[in-house]
């Protein structure tokens, strides 16, 4: 759940861009048939089966428009919701609550549907000590809101910018000269109490990356064999994360190497929304 200091700091700012994206300088169709202000109510419809997210943005985009807004939630963020079920109810001028509509859908329709994918794909890890992580594969500007979202759907967040941690990709390593070279700069830079994570893509890398001292070791997009025998020469010298077209349909030919994390793009970059919907609107 985002606290006050999170939505005012770091979450509205982003909400009030997608208003002014929606609303220029009117919204005309509202206008046209609603001079002035009338109160009016209207429900949240769910459209399918999943898992609920983002109703705190979602009734925060109403708020931002009108401080009278009251919504009234049914559920909370990580409830399964079925098809046909009302989730909550507006209140307020009917002009806000058209107004304000389609970015609040989008923004919880979008969210809820990475909860559903990530809570999907995290069952299938079940019992294995395996921690499911999200990338930065994300939405630009909405990186708060899709993060957020795995972790409600039962995932776990990997660094959340660059600032936020050492990953050293293909392109770092060429730059550097090689992984030992990679490792040993970034070890010389970064603050000791940062972990040192170096993806390789084949079994020399990996063995290069053990000798330099890395934290974390990825294995990325190589083959079950090679992950196998790769994980066995580590052996424990470092955490292992798994990553490379990680999906739904894939995660599971995974779970038999034993590794410390899978990460997957899939799961903010490919997550269908949640089909969700305002319907009854009327006066009151």
């Known amino acids: 759940m985002f606290d006050e200091v999170t939505l005012q700091l770091n979450a509205d700012p982003l909400i009030l861009s997608a208003l002014r994206e929606d609303i220029t300088s009117e919204d005309v169709s509202t206008?046209?048939?609603?001079?002035?202000?009338?109160?009016?109510?209207?429900?949240?419809?769910?459209?399918?089966?999943?898992?609920?997210?983002?109703?705190?943005?979602?009734?925060?985009?109403?708020?931002?428009?009108?401080?009278?807004?009251?919504?009234?939630?049914?559920?909370?963020?990580?409830?399964?919701?079925?098809?046909?079920?009302?989730?909550?109810?507006?209140?307020?001028?009917?002009?806000?609550?058209?107004?304000?509509?389609?970015?609040?859908?989008?923004?919880?329709?979008?969210?809820?549907?990475?909860?559903t994918y990530t809570r999907n794909v995290s069952k299938l890890l079940d019992g294995t000590g395996i921690r499911l992580?999200?990338?930065?594969?994300?939405?630009?500007?909405?990186?708060?809101?899709?993060?957020?979202?795995?972790?409600t759907g039962g995932g776990h967040n990997h660094?959340?910018?660059?600032?936020?941690?050492?990953?050293?990709?293909?392109?770092?390593?060429?730059?550097?000269?090689?992984?030992?070279?990679?490792v040993?700069?970034?070890?010389?830079?970064?603050?000791?109490v940062r972990k040192i994570e170096i993806e390789v893509e084949t079994l020399a890398m990996a063995k290069e990356a053990v000798a330099a001292g890395a934290d974390i070791i990825m294995l990325d997009n190589m083959t079950h064999g090679q992950m196998k025998e790769a994980i066995a020469m580590i052996d424990?010298?470092?955490?292992?994360?798994?990553?490379?077209?990680?999906t739904k349909e894939t995660i599971g030919e995974l779970t038999d190497l034993g590794v410390d994390y899978i990460?997957?793009?899939?799961?903010?970059?490919?997550?269908?929304?949640?089909?969700?919907s305002l319907k009854n609107l009327h006066a009151v």
């Open 133 to 151: 992580l999200d990338t930065r594969k994300t939405t630009p500007n909405n990186r708060i809101f899709e993060k957020y979202a795995v972790c």
């Open 31 to 115: 206008n046209c048939i609603l001079p002035g202000p009338v109160q009016g109510e209207v429900e949240l419809i769910c459209k399918q089966d999943g898992i609920i997210c983002g109703l705190q943005v979602f009734a925060r985009v109403f708020e931002l428009l009108d401080a009278r807004t009251e919504t009234e939630l049914f559920v909370s963020d990580g409830d399964p919701v079925c098809s046909g079920q009302t989730a909550a109810r507006l209140h307020g001028d009917i002009r806000v609550l058209l107004s304000g509509e389609r970015t609040a859908l989008n923004y919880l329709q979008r969210m809820s549907g990475i909860a």
């Open 236 to 246: 424990g010298r470092a955490e292992v994360e798994i990553s490379g077209n990680v």
């Open 184 to 192: 040993r700069m970034a070890k010389e830079y970064a603050p000791f």
């Open 159 to 182: 660094r959340y910018n660059l600032s936020d941690g050492v990953l050293l990709k293909d392109n770092h390593i060429a730059a550097a000269g090689g992984v030992a070279n990679a």
């Open 263 to 276: 990460s997957s793009g899939a799961l903010t970059h490919s997550a269908p929304i949640l089909d969700l």
